[in-house]
């Protein structure tokens, strides 16, 4: 099994009643509210633990998020290159650049290019929809977003794989009459593709082309579920799908006692408690966002929402969950060393197996010492007793 290791850089240090004040922790919070000198600590402390998963064999992940507290890193090709350049040995996954708010995706290959080149082959590409406030901060239009990913997927692939001089492209969404990546990639004819989504059509998809599917913190039910899709797509192209073709993010905390890592823990929940605060209109009111046969009941009853929320994510006005119901909702993996493998084995077994962990592992007000020290013990403890866990083939 492969594991990577992913942060948002977060900035958890505003008020409740300013975020509530303002309807939401994304897209239309004011900047004044960031403090440029806090944000530099949070990106220097984040870089230098990407460092330490270097040194310890866990792979990294950039994403991109705008305009809110949940993620500061706003462009995910400028963090590509650095990491690409500072660390020597594991993969990049880039999950990723929001395609369906870029107007040029030839543009988009050239940065995954040149990533690629200067990482000397230890890219992965990551494509993610977006969606609700990314849809605002990026001046795009939510109606037809599945079309725009789509094409945007297949000029990305197209301009990577091309070497033979200029090309033109001619889509629905993009024109491009001269594209001609410069530098090609490093690896041929590009770098594997990755996908996250819990949507089983789009999943399905998924199969068909055989991407890695990337499943966020959705529980096991949703999880088989979107992965059952994925074995669809994928039989109806004569394959089955290995088991490195499924990766499960799990919020993951490991401490030297069971008791220590589930205090810190809590703080990981602050991606869904607050981090996650979207105003309506950025959200479940956004036109082209959720299934048209779901989109009556929500518009009509609060209660709906239930339909389309994350799996970790309390329905409005109930109790925020607890370290032990995100665990037992398989949703976070935390505790000592031995806790930690056990809870991650027995989620493996229970959705019939992934080749990849994805581990969100800083959120909150957690301290770059205590992030630093569940690294150390993940990496040294943990991975290596997950490699019995081997990618197998699934019919």
Not at 184 to 201: I, L, M, R, V, Y
Not at 241 to 262: I, K, N, P, Q, S
């Amino acid at each position: 099994m492969q594991a990577w290791y992913i942060c948002e850089a977060p900035y958890p240090f505003i008020d409740r009643a300013v975020i509530d004040a303002h309807g939401s922790a994304r897209a239309n919070l004011p900047s004044r509210y960031c403090d440029p000198r806090r944000a530099a600590d949070i990106f220097h402390e984040v870089l230098d633990e990407f460092l330490l998963c270097d040194e310890l064999g866990i792979n990294v992940i950039s994403n991109e998020h705008h305009s809110g507290i949940n993620c500061l890193h706003s462009a995910s090709p400028l963090f590509l290159g650095i990491l690409a350049r500072q660390t020597r040995n594991v993969r990049i996954l880039s999950l990723g650049t929001l395609i369906t708010v870029r107007d040029d995706p030839v543009r988009v290959a050239e940065e995954y290019a040149t990533a690629d080149v200067i990482s000397r082959g230890r890219l992965d590409i990551g494509f993610v929809k977006s969606g609700g406030s990314e849809m605002a901060s990026g001046n795009a239009n939510p109606v037809g977003i599945n079309e725009r990913f789509w094409e945007a997927i297949d000029l990305i692939e197209a301009a990577l794989r091309h070497r033979d001089g200029p090309f033109s492209w001619e889509g629905r969404h993009f024109h491009h009459r001269h594209a001609n990546v410069w530098p090609s990639c490093w690896q041929n004819p590009h770098p594997p593709f990755w996908a996250a989504t819990g949507d089983p059509e789009t999943g399905r998809e998924l199969g068909r082309r055989g991407y890695v599917h990337t499943v966020f913190a959705s529980g096991a039910e949703r999880t088989i579920r979107a992965w059952d899709a994925y074995r669809e797509g994928s039989s109806e192209m004569g394959r089955s799908a290995a088991l490195d073709r499924f990766a499960y993010m799990g919020f993951t905390y490991v401490g030297e006692t069971d008791e220590e890592a589930w205090e810190v823990a809590r703080q990981l929940l602050w991606f869904l408690e607050v981090g996650d605060i979207a105003a309506p209109h950025y959200s479940s009111l956004l036109p082209g966002q959720i299934p048209p046969e779901v989109a009556p009941k929500l518009y009509r009853a609060a209660q709906a929402a239930d339909e389309v929320a994350h799996a970790g994510r309390p329905p409005q006005g109930r109790t925020p969950m607890t370290v032990q119901d995100a665990i037992a909702r398989g949703i976070m993996f935390a505790g000592n060393p031995d806790t930690v493998r056990r809870q991650i084995a027995d989620f493996h077994a229970k959705v019939g197996g992934f080749g990849h962990l994805v581990l969100m592992g800083r959120s909150g007000m957690m301290t770059h010492a205590q992030t630093e020290t569940s690294i150390r013990l993940f990496g040294r403890e943990v991975l290596p007793r997950l490699q019995e866990l081997a990618p197998r083939l699934v019919a």
